[in-house]
């Protein structure tokens, strides 16, 4: 069965075929580093680490970039409002280059306790000044842009299909009152280039051949994808909030350059959701993954919640659903620990997980295919290599996975563990309890607990 993805663009499931032989190119938008990465964030990071992983199992070798946006982000999508990196600036009193630095050290701590895949380049949008001043001269070439009071301008008119990703309604949406000259012309357009207030100066800013100021958010994205990936690529990512305003815009200056939409595959992760609604950063009320780490959870308890969901469908978040995740992590680490290795993976089960992956990243499914060889009657080598296999895309980390709480078991005490795990699975609980005891003759005492079953040496307790 080949890869097939969903691609917003189209609004269908498609196959994957790469424009080039020799790699896939995959960009994915980054954090704006004005503040800490929340959960509902980093979903969308699973999301595209699992989709990188899916592609290494079908053979492809995958260039992957993402961006780190530490100026321009304004607070408004309607270009209103200050740069994110300033409003930071002046909440904490650091310099916004401080806490740029601060911020994005703190999100890559968070990328790593949730092992995701190292991408092949990670760029700033302050390293890319002069490549996106150049593409917005080539724009004004080009003749889509206009100059404001305040700034210079992306002009959406010029383009008949401008939105058509977000399927906008161009023509129903209101420019609202227009009274100055430095306000765009339409509520559609959007800023390129922003000149730094009149009397003021700011932390950061940068001459231009329009004006001292800092470029607009959505074209870093433009210019650097582009600049490593070439102005058509395979496939991007981001959250279905970037859909009608971030990445509508990225293509529409994409288009309005070189011609091309950016991408063959436009892809989008849904929202985390609580009880009051969508996660956002606006309300300070948001969840870091270093809060749930202290509420004693582990990262990758979250990242498995994350697996529980399609990537194309809200996941909400409680603490209860978390327990859940946490449970069945510890119960399927002890389960893999228990196996020994130097088996051969089972074919027709990888067949059946590399489907339900290649079906758009039907990570549920997928997992319920694990689940299938945990509980069956294979031979223990023989799940663990199959295991082994799922976790190269999974990203669970099993084979790293030690545990602290029990030594390590002898191959015939892991073998009646494992007998005994299966028998409370199928509630054949004399037979567990039989099998309890045979291992508690032996030296070894056992206890139940909501992640499964933990051994102990008896000189360990007394």
């Known amino acids: 069965m080949p890869l097939r993805l969903y691609d917003t663009w189209t609004r269908t499931v498609r196959e994957f075929t790469p424009i080039h032989p020799d790699h ?35 053979g492809y070798n995958v260039r992957h970039v993402v961006n780190i946006t530490d100026v321009g982000h304004l607070v408004s999508d309607a270009d209103e409002g200050e740069d994110k990196m300033e409003k930071g600036s002046r909440r904490t009193g650091e310099s916004a280059w401080a806490i740029a630095e601060r911020y994005t050290a703190a999100f890559m701590n968070d990328w790593r306790a949730l092992n995701l895949l190292e991408p092949a380049l990670w760029c700033r949008a302050t390293d890319h000044i002069a490549e996106q001043i150049d593409f917005i001269a080539e724009l004004e070439r080009n003749g889509f842009t206009y100059r404001t009071a305040d700034g210079v301008y992306f002009d959406t008119s010029r383009q008949d299909d401008y939105g058509y990703l977000a399927r906008l309604d161009v023509a129903g949406l209101q420019a609202g009152k227009r009274v100055a000259p430095g306000e765009k012309q339409r509520a559609t357009d959007f800023a390129l280039w922003k000149f730094s207030p009149p009397g003021a100066t700011r932390q950061m800013e940068w001459d231009s051949p329009w004006g001292r100021g800092f470029p607009g958010w959505h074209i870093e994205c433009s210019a650097m994808s582009a600049k490593y990936l070439s102005p058509w690529f395979d496939i ?37 959701l609580l009880d009051a609604g969508k996660m956002s950063k606006s309300g300070g009320d ?80 997928a997992l319920a295919v694990l689940w299938d060889v945990v509980r069956s009657d294979l031979p223990p080598a023989t799940r663990r290599a199959s295991v082994d296999c799922f976790d190269v895309v999974l990203g669970l980390g099993l084979a790293d996975w030690k545990d602290v709480d029990t030594p390590e078991l002898p191959a015939e005490i892991a073998a009646l563990a494992d007998q005994r795990e299966r028998a409370r699975a199928a509630k054949q609980w004399s037979e567990a309890d039989r099998l309890r005891d045979v291992m508690t003759a032996a030296g070894w005492l056992v206890e139940d607990s909501a992640g499964g079953q933990v051994l102990r040496l008896r000189d360990q307790t007394e």
């Open 24 to 58: 896939v190119g995959l960009y994915c938008c980054g954090p704006t580093v004005y503040d800490h990465a929340h959960i509902g964030n980093l979903r969308t990071y699973v999301f595209e680490d699992v989709l990188r992983r899916a592609l290494v199992l079908n």
């Open 236 to 272: 991007h990512c981001g959250g279905e909030d970037h859909i009608p305003v971030h990445h509508s815009n990225e293509i529409a200056q994409t288009q309005a350059r070189y011609g091309t939409r950016l991408a063959n595959f436009w892809m989008h992760g849904h929202f985390l």
């Open 286 to 365: 948001f969840l870091r993954l270093q809060t749930l780490s202290e509420r004693g959870n582990d990262p990758l308890a979250y990242r498995y919640l994350c697996l529980s969901a399609h990537y194309r469908s809200s996941l909400r978040f409680s603490e209860a659903a978390l327990d859940a995740a946490q449970a069945a992590l510890d119960r399927l680490r002890r389960s893999y620990a228990r196996w020994p290795q130097g088996g051969k993976p089972d074919a027709a089960s990888v067949a059946r997980f590399k489907a339900e992956v290649d079906h758009d990243l039907n990570l549920p499914r």
